[in-house]
């Protein structure tokens, strides 16, 4: 446990410091980064009237790319990266900054010098023991940083304007001590049951055209066809132009050469450990006082000095349960995987060697250094193949987006899709009826869908469009409005849904036989009896979670958690027909265990609550300010 929890803890520790770095930032000196006149002020994406440059992106994009360089020590390779989606997360943003700041001003939320000046002099960042740091020593760290101050200042004023319009927005959040209570209950009322499904098999039924006809007169908004639309578009994917990359050895090795950091297998160690625990304030029930515990460790590394077995100590000393009963095995990890005290002692260890007393957060440990890998680069040969396919990739790419620029282009210049697509050698094909939420590869992708429906008839998109393995140049050629169709165009669904139900209903039938068989019998006999088979869980399961076969849906949950212990349900519907539930065990609620956590779980819940709200917000927000980006300007960074 100790371990999962010190890897998780790494990775956070790396994203605080690095937001640390980020916000330290001078007001109290002139701005001095100006845009270079070397193309860093071309727009590659614009907001409303808000123009978001190329310097401006690169420095955000090579930022993430840095940063997961950083977490993952040097290993991520670029398609790696871009299968991450860093540019799209690069540059959405500085899209959100934008559209954050247009609201704010929209609302008549300003952030003046005076207010930022006064926020950078109490912000925690700044503080040490209690006082300011003062402009020098942060100047210092600026300059260390490498970082402008015109951009981090105007970072922090976008922090202090999300602040403000957070509040705004949410203010009126309130979470009550019902909804508290149920929130309690999901996360702490736990059962343990026995069951039996009868699955709802449409084997041997039928439905005549008069059922069918009653069901769809009796139903016909459930099948009406909501606007649709037939797109014509020409794609552009990377299958289509795959054939016309090649590449040669010397191409592979060129790149080898280029990049061979990115191949080298990083240093790697295995080792055990003793872990001796820390309380983490006086009143915490697991852990010793510190002293305390330095001496418990210091006594488990006596005897290993002494020749004791190292994992026999461990299975007996050690409190890390999860690597305990291993003999406090740890298995295998590269440098940076561990808190920084334990990293820098396991890796000054010589294979054997035990390490001294070790203060983490974690409490005391002794480590053993099993064995250890240093870092090599693999020769050429042992990964030419990946580089064969990840420099076709990239190359492919590169030719989807600067075909798919080139068709944007020759739109935006005033000719059709058909003349744009015939010039790039591409053919315009025509999709079938659309509707918002069809998902109909090729063209099954949100934001393509998203702008069809914004788009008038005859419109084309300006910019090129994600699609299937590539991107498409989209024009909307038909809008069919909403309609209610004849029987004739959806009898085959209102047939399957004729049978569904009949099919479900005998499922019910011979469960609420199966129940009064077991009433008598119990459920393994009655199930037994009718041919059908008992399951029973494991162990508790808790709310919101499937109990086996059941599945986890608001039905099943409402009636398992109503039950005594002993008790049978009536038939209740599961995904796969009707069942009968009895409960085996069950942790129940506990009213004084609320009463102590009350008053954290509403605050926890409500900035949930606010966080969703925001976030909802936002999304109708990035409908009032048109965003258009420039693909082929994004590709100067990436490609």
Not at 212 to 217: E, K, L, S, T
Not at 395 to 412: C, D
């Amino acid at each position: 446990m100790a371990l999962g929890f010190m890897r998780r803890h790494r990775r956070w520790l790396f994203g605080f410091l690095w937001l640390v770095i980020l916000a330290f930032i001078i007001l109290y000196i002139p701005a001095f980064d100006q845009e270079s006149d070397q193309g860093l002020g071309l727009t590659v994406a614009q907001v409303a009237d808000r123009k978001i440059t190329l310097g401006e992106y690169q420095r955000s994009y090579l930022r993430q790319r840095q940063m997961y360089q950083s977490m993952y020590q040097g290993r991520m390779n670029d398609d790696m990266l871009r299968r991450m989606g860093i540019e799209e997360q690069a540059l959405q943003g500085l899209v959100d900054e934008r559209i954050l700041a247009l609201e704010a001003e929209r609302l008549g939320i300003r952030v003046d010098d005076a207010m930022l000046k006064q926020r950078v002099a109490i912000a925690p960042e700044f503080q040490q023991d209690g006082k300011f740091l003062g402009s020098k020593e942060i100047r210092n760290r600026l300059e260390r940083s490498g970082v402008s101050v015109r951009e981090f200042e105007e970072s922090f004023r976008n922090s202090i304007l999300r602040e403000r319009l957070i509040a705004l927005v949410t203010d009126s959040v309130q979470v009550s001590a019902a909804e508290a209570e149920k929130e309690f209950r999901r996360r702490n009322e736990q059962v343990k049951a026995e069951y039996v499904v009868v699955t709802a098999d449409n084997a041997g039924i039928t439905a005549t055209d008069e059922e069918v006809r009653a069901r769809f007169d009796a139903n016909k908004d459930a099948y009406r066809y909501p606007e649709r639309r037939v797109l014509s578009y020409a794609l552009i994917d990377a299958p289509s132009l795959a054939s016309q990359v090649t590449l040669t050895d010397r191409d592979l090795a060129a790149y080898y050469e280029a990049n061979r950091d990115q191949f080298a297998q990083g240093e790697e160690l295995c080792a055990s450990h003793v872990l001796v625990k820390v309380k983490a304030s006086p009143e915490a029930k697991e852990g010793h006082a510190d002293e305390e515990a330095r001496r418990i460790a210091q006594s488990a590394l006596d005897e290993i000095r002494l020749g004791a077995d190292f994992a026999a100590v461990a299975k007996r000393m050690s409190e890390d349960l999860g690597s305990a009963s291993q003999g406090g095995d740890l298995g295998c990890f590269p440098r940076g995987r561990m808190v920084p005290e334990f990293d820098n002692a396991a890796f000054s260890l010589d294979a054997g060697q035990a390490s001294d007393v070790v203060r983490t957060s974690f409490g005391y440990h002794v480590i053993k250094a099993v064995s250890r890998k240093d870092e090599a680069v693999p020769p050429f040969a042992q990964v030419k193949e990946s580089i064969r396919q990840q420099v076709m990739v990239e190359r492919v790419q590169a030719k989807v987006r600067e075909k798919a620029e080139a068709t944007a282009a020759a739109l935006r210049s005033g000719r059709s899709l058909e003349e744009a697509a015939r010039e790039q050698g591409l053919t315009v094909q025509k999709s079938a009826p659309l509707a918002r939420s069809d998902v109909q590869p090729p063209l099954a992708s949100a934001t393509l869908l998203s702008k069809a429906f914004e788009l008038k008839k005859g419109e084309a998109a300006a910019d090129p469009l994600p699609a299937a393995n590539g991107y498409a140049l989209i024009e909307v050629a038909e809008i069919q409005p909403p309609r209610l169709p004849d029987l004739k165009e959806v009898q085959d669904k209102v047939r399957a849904d004729v049978v569904g139900d009949k099919a479900f209903e005998k499922s019910r039938v011979i469960a609420a036989d199966l129940r009064t068989r077991a009433q008598q019998a119990g459920l393994e006999k009655a199930a037994a009896a009718l041919g059908l088979v008992r399951k029973q869980g494991d162990a508790l399961v808790p709310r919101g979670q499937p109990i086996g076969d059941l599945g986890s849906g608001a039905a099943v949950e409402k009636t398992v958690y109503s039950l005594p212990v002993g008790g049978l349900s009536e038939p209740v519907r599961t995904p796969a027909g009707f069942a009968v539930v009895r409960v085996l065990e069950k942790k129940e609620y506990d009213p004084a265990a609320f009463e102590k956590e009350k008053a954290a779980l509403i605050a926890s819940l409500e900035e949930e609550k606010r966080g969703r709200l925001f976030q909802a917000y936002m999304q109708e927000a990035r409908k009032r300010f048109p965003v258009s980006r420039r693909p082929d300007a994004i590709s100067r960074v990436t490609s």
